[in-house]
């Protein structure tokens, strides 16, 4: 009798071991198939970002003889590789490289400025493109400018994300009339934390970080006299 309950109770024991050992190892087999797919995940997979996109804000008005009508050509782009703007790695350390829509930083920067223009000062602005034809009177001032450095990235912390943009933009404004030239070059980093990222978090950002440096430059356009407004 005493055998059958010694074999009993080993039995039992084996049995609790055999569980507990299955049930450490669970996290280890989850980890190992997580690898396993980040192995297969595709890398460097490129995501246009929509960076025209702004959030909602009132658009200025401003009397006839305030509104200036402003030219913008699309920016010359003198980075070392014109495509990609910046990265996102997420948890399992799959990296996504970010590029913009049409693959054009220069263009987009300009279609940004042309929109920043319109809203938050009432002028009358537009980009030059071959066949578009100009408003009455052509320009008063044409904008041109180049992209030294244009970088977005997007990095997981525990429970959020940290976000940061930083843009470099040498800005020439030619008033017409006088041919007076004058030019800058504006530096702007902006950073962000958000909680459940999602790519327009991105988008918003690097908009709002172009708005703010040609408010920078109108204010640099003020200094030196070209506007009054």
Not at 79 to 88: F, L, N, Q, S
Not at 142 to 162: H, K, S, W
């Amino acid at each position: 009798m005493r055998e059958s309950s010694r074999a009993t109770a080993m039995g039992s024991l084996f049995l609790r071991r055999r569980l507990l050992a299955g049930v450490l190892a669970c996290p280890v087999m989850c980890f190992f198939v997580l690898f396993q797919l980040q192995g297969c995940t595709p890398s460097r997979d490129f995501v246009a970002l929509e960076i025209r996109k702004a959030r909602p804000v009132l658009k200025r008005t401003v009397s006839e003889v305030e509104r200036l009508k402003v030219a913008v050509v699309p920016f010359e782009d003198r980075r070392a590789d014109t495509r990609r703007i910046g990265t996102h790695r997420s948890w399992l350390g799959t990296l996504t490289a970010w590029t913009v829509v049409g693959d054009d930083v220069g263009d987009i920067v300009a279609e940004v400025i042309v929109d920043h223009l319109r809203r938050a000062f009432g002028w009358e602005a537009w980009i030059v493109r071959p066949g578009i034809l100009q408003p009455d009177g052509g320009a008063d001032i044409t904008i041109t400018g180049t992209v030294l450095l244009f970088e977005a990235n997007a990095a997981p912390r525990f429970g959020d994300t940290d976000l940061a943009v930083t843009t470099h933009l040498h800005l020439k404004a030619t008033e017409i009339v006088s041919q007076r030239v004058t030019s800058e070059t504006i530096e702007e980093t902006v950073t962000q934390r958000v909680f459940g990222f999602e790519p327009r978090d991105l988008e918003f950002l690097i908009n709002s970080t172009l708005r703010r440096q040609m408010d920078r430059f109108r204010l640099h356009l003020h200094d030196v006299g070209l506007i009054r407004s």
